[in-house]
Structure formats: structure tokens, C-alpha cells
């Protein structure tokens, strides 16, 4: 596609759940980012890819929280034993590393209940 | 480390009055600077960038920001406010290495009073 896309683009959990969060990054962007946006609050990093390495997950904020990028392309997110302050729109980003623009998805809103 | 600090979180113009949002920022290296603009239930769309050369930077939809090193500023003007530019902005930052990920401050939502 043209862009990044997220999907779900809404989820709803209850609390203890696990989660999975997709990104399909533009295709033949080497970076990718995640980013967590809590409401009414700017985007906070994640996490980090550069083809399939992990290069930072500095901003991760619990060992609950855990993403990967297998093939250097599509990345999951995932948030075990889900909390309520987990409620956030998680943002997707990618660029081509050689370049500073990220590129964002739409986000997916996840909702703990 | 690098911070973004968004003077109000919240600024309503008229229609057809001047746009002015502020952005001060923090970083201890040549910073690039970055303005998004986020539509409701939508993502981050780019505004405009300073990286380096003109410190007056044009962006999309007749905005433009000028990098201020001794104020440390970012702020985005725009001449003229439109009923469609009423959406939130944030001001960002990301260094010269590593990542470059980005510090977001908290967003200004602006309102256009028709």
C-alpha cells in the first residue's frame, strides 16, 4: 500500500488479556517505531527496528510489552496480561533510515476494561 | 536527552486570523525539529521539518516555522486560519544518531471560531 497500516484499528480488552498489535510498515522501509499516545498526551517512543534487529527498546514500559519483526517487515506488538493504564492509541512509524520523516499508521486505540 | 515543551494546550483563533503555536525545545546536540498535525481518529501527519540551511522552513498548507537557536524555539505560524486547520499539533524533536526517534511535546489543539 501506499502508507503504513495498523490493524485493529480498535480493540477492546479485558483487563489480563493478552493483545496483538499488527503494523505494515511503506513498503521497503528499513526503521520501524512504535509509539504509545495516552489521551491528551503527545506520542511517547516504544521501540525500534532496523530491518529485523531490535535496536532500542528503551521506552518499553514493562516486561508485559513485547514486539518483533521477523522478516524485516510487518512488526506485532504484543501486551501480556493487559492493565488498565495500557489504554492508549498505539502508534506505528516507519521511514527508510536514510532519511529523519516518519511516516505514521493510523493507530490502533486499545481499550483495557 | 531531548524534551518539547508546547506553550498552551489548547488555542482558539477566528477565521482568517493568524495561527501562531509554540513550540521551545531542549537538546543537548544540532537537533532536527518537526511539526505534525493529528485529525480526530486519524495519525500524524508531517507539517513541515527544519534539518539544517534556511532556519524559515514552508510546510503544507501554508504553514511555516522558523528555528530560533538562541530561543531554542520552533513555533508555526500560519497567516491566516481556515475552519479546516482546527485539529491538534505537536512539536517534535529527534537527534542526529542512533534512531532518531522522536520527543513529542504534550499538543496544542486549535480551535477556528468561524
Known amino acids: 500500500g501506499a502508507g503504513v497500516s495498523q490493524s485493529p484499528r480498535y480493540k477492546v480488552a479485558k483487563r489480563g488479556q493478552d493483545v496483538a498489535l499488527r503494523c505494515d510498515p511503506i513498503?521497503?522501509?528499513?526503521?520501524l517505531f512504535w509509539y504509545q499516545q495516552a489521551l491528551g498526551q503527545g506520542p511517547e517512543f516504544l521501540t525500534y527496528f532496523q530491518n529485523e534487529a531490535q535496536l532500542d527498546k528503551s521506552g518499553l514500559p514493562s516486561d508485559r510489552f513485547f514486539a518483533e519483526r521477523p522478516e524485516g517487515s510487518v512488526s506485532t506488538l504484543k501486551i501480556q496480561r493487559t492493565q488498565q493504564e495500557d489504554s492508549a492509541v498505539y502508534l506505528c512509524?516507519?521511514?527508510?533510515?536514510?532519511?529523519?520523516?516518519?511516516?505514521f499508521g493510523p493507530g490502533t486505540r486499545l481499550l483495557v476494561l | 536527552a531531548q524534551s518539547v515543551t508546547q506553550l498552551g494546550s489548547h488555542v482558539s483563533v477566528s477565521e482568517g486570523a493568524l495561527v501562531l503555536l509554540r513550540c521551545n525545545y531542549s537538546s543537548s546536540v544540532p537537533p532536527y525539529l518537526f511539526w505534525y498535525v493529528q485529525y480526530p481518529n486519524q495519525g500524524l501527519q508531517l507539517l513541515l521539518k527544519y534539518t539544517t540551511g534556511a532556519t524559515l522552513v514552508k510546510g503544507i498548507n501554508g504553514f511555516e516555522a522558523e528555528f530560533k537557536k538562541s530561543e531554542t524555539s520552533f513555533h508555526l505560524t500560519k497567516p491566516s486560519a481556515h475552519m479546516s486547520d482546527a485539529a491538534e499539533y505537536f512539536c517534535a524533536v529527534s537527534v542526529r544518531a542512533g534512531s532518531y526517534q522522536l520527543t513529542f511535546g504534550k499538543g496544542t489543539k486549535l480551535s477556528v471560531i468561524p
Open positions: 512509524a516507519s521511514n527508510n533510515g536514510q532519511v529523519e520523516t516518519q511516516y
Open positions: 513498503s521497503g522501509h528499513v526503521s
